[in-house]
T-cell receptor, first 109, second 118 residues
Framework: GQNIDQPTEMTATEGAIVQINCTYQ??????LFWYQQHAGEAPTFLSY??LDGLEEKGRFSSFLSRSKGYSYLLLKELQMKDSASYLC??????????WGAGTKLIIKP | TAGITQAPTSQILAAGRSMTLRCTQD?????MYWYRQDLGLGLRLIHY???????GKGEVPDGYSVSRANTDDFPLTLASAVPSQTSVYFC?????????????????FGEGSRLTVL
């Protein structure tokens, strides 16, 4: 079966750096997405990786290793507003998005 | 710009009743999707439409139907609701189908419709 694994919950301190990992086992691979979802709100797009390596976008960076079936989202200079769930999703060989259950990130002052 | 609008925001429904969740987008996106989100699970695709006039089944289509008569609207109908359909439903759109490489990869989501079936 297809599987996306991410930690259920993480805690970090305001101003610090946090890395949220995502491992996947899917039938084929056509890209990996990260979305942010604040409680009670809609998911919003953060990043899309299709090639190996690091993509940086402001305070957020996303890394992909296709050979390892692994990605991480790196959040720097954490702010209280970064408290949210972070969803990892993989586009499989049938171009269906397979979603992880999300990582709830709690930021403490 | 409205983006994607869903209605209703919240609804309590008696089991056996029918219900249509509405979804409208003003971005002229070709592809639209319906997902359900349940606690502890990832988003699960119910139905999708890569372009007006076509629809397809996702991972959990049973008990749901959709139509795509035009580009903007993509309603989701529950013909006879059951308690297991209690969930938060998200409608989403993308500029083009995720099939093939010609897309930006970004899905735009509506604010969600919280449905409780008793």
């Amino acid at each position: 079966g297809q599987n996306i694994d991410q930690p259920t919950e993480m805690t970090a301190t305001e101003g610090a750096i946090v890395q949220i990992n995502c491992t996947y086992q899917t039938s084929g691979f056509n890209g990996l997405f990260w979305y942010q979802q604040h409680a009670g709100e809609a998911p919003t797009f953060l990043s899309y990786n299709v090639l190996d390596g690091l993509e940086e976008k402001g305070r957020f960076s996303s890394f992909l290793s296709r050979s390892k079936g692994y990605s991480y989202l790196l959040l720097k200079e954490l702010q209280m507003k970064d408290s949210a769930s972070y969803l990892c999703a993989v586009l499989d060989s049938n171009y269906q998005l397979i979603w992880g259950a999300g990582t709830k990130l709690i930021i403490k002052p | 710009t409205a983006g994607i609008t869903q209605a209703p925001t919240s609804q309590i429904l008696a089991a056996g009743r029918s219900m249509t969740l509405r979804c409208t987008q003003d971005m002229r996106h070709n592809a639209m999707y319906w997902y359900r989100q349940d606690l502890g699970l990832g988003l699960r695709l119910i139905h999708y439409s890569n372009t007006a006039g076509t629809t397809g089944k996702g991972e959990v289509p049973d008990g749901y139907s959709v139509s795509r008569a035009n580009t903007d609207d993509f309603p989701l109908t529950l013909a006879s609701a059951v308690p297991s359909q209690t969930s938060v439903y998200f409608c989403a759109s993308s500029d083009s189908s995720l099939e093939g490489g010609d897309h930006t990869g970004e899905l735009f989501f509506g604010e969600g419709s919280r449905l409780t079936v008793l």
